[in-house]
């Protein structure tokens, strides 16, 4: 494995890098800001955003993720995480490319499985950044790291599917731009355990879609994106919306959160490396019994740990991406359940020690360390819990014996 950059990656992050430090970053408290002075926070979003994704695309820093696609940047896996990596040092810095979840995934699917009159449609508005997207698959009522428990209805009657059932923690959906769902039930549950599932494109203005509640992270709402409960009540669309055919629900699953799970990894190692600098900074800062905190030696343990670890994560990342473009997501599903355990973990170590080495400035809105930590626990969940990802290790593991 050569995991040196090509000469037109570095470039890349070179470039990506100086926008953060000259745009994203100076507009982060703008951003809060802007957010908060609104007499709603769910119906505009604040006018620095749109001014910093017409920046972005001006600069040619637009749609990284797709792989080997004429709609991106063309990148691989492996090309694409470094920048994906610096996108999450900021909780807004993935927007601005138009490299955000759960849009990049819902984008990959209509690629992939989407009809022209989808790509037309949906596609299309989503890569100009004109419209945002939501992904339906978790329910309140079953155990969802089981995707074979869902519950949602979606039955064919004659030109249309009519759709019942009831989702949440539907990322995105809060937002007045979003347009189109993807959502996941079962057309037929008398089918083969993993051919019962299917995904539909439901526009959000249809007829009998209810957002009950949005629903918030440790306190955080996360507007105006937000994660909602959502009803379905005899939900009616046409039957071209199904994507692939009936029955590919759970393989187009499978398909989608491979490189959404990396994507998360990447940012989430990004995440840790901001945390990790501004613990560094605050421990040459600030003195305690006569010395910098850096000087502890508690503070030296935490430093040194951070480091190792992060480094760790990432070596592992970069391995996934490389197998992922080699050998494929399914060869690379060992990898990709590794660093889906291991990142998001390591990322709350280093905040958590981020936190401890600010004191009482690490829980407060002053830092970006208390949101950072509350989003990232999240991601021990989302994607598949961690048991579900260290079951499947082992599982294989077990295999070679």
Known sequence: MNFDFSPKVQELQARLTDFMNEVVYPNEKAYKEQLDQQETRWSDIPPVMEEMKKKAKEAGLWNLFLPESDHGAGLSNLEYAP???????????????????PDTGNME???????????????????EGEIR???CMTEPDVASSDATNI???????GDEYVINGRKWWSSGAGDPRCKILIVMGKTDPSAARHEQQSMILVPMDTPGVNVLRMLPVFGYDDAPHGHAEIEFKDVRVPAS???????????????????GRIHHCMRTIGAAERAFELMVKRAKERVAFGKTIGEQGVVREAIANSRIEIEQARL???????MMDTVGNKVAKKEIAMIKVVAPQMALNVIDRAIQVHGGAGVSEDFPLAYQYAGIRTLRLADGPDEVHRESIAKLELRNY
């Open 133 to 135: 997207s939501a992904f």
């Open 109 to 127: 699917v209509l690629v992939r499985y989407g009809k022209e009159e989808h790509k037309e449609k949906w596609l299309k508005p989503l890569l």
């Open 316 to 322: 592992l990342t970069l391995k996934a991406a490389y």
């Open 151 to 157: 519950q949602a209805e979606i039955r064919r009657d």
């Open 83 to 101: 920048l994906c990596e610096i996108m999450g040092r900021s909780f807004i810095a993935p927007e601005v490319f138009n490299c955000n979840a």
């Open 241 to 259: 919306n199904i994507l692939w055919g009936e029955g590919k629900g759970f393989a187009i699953a499978q398909g989608r959160l491979g490189p």
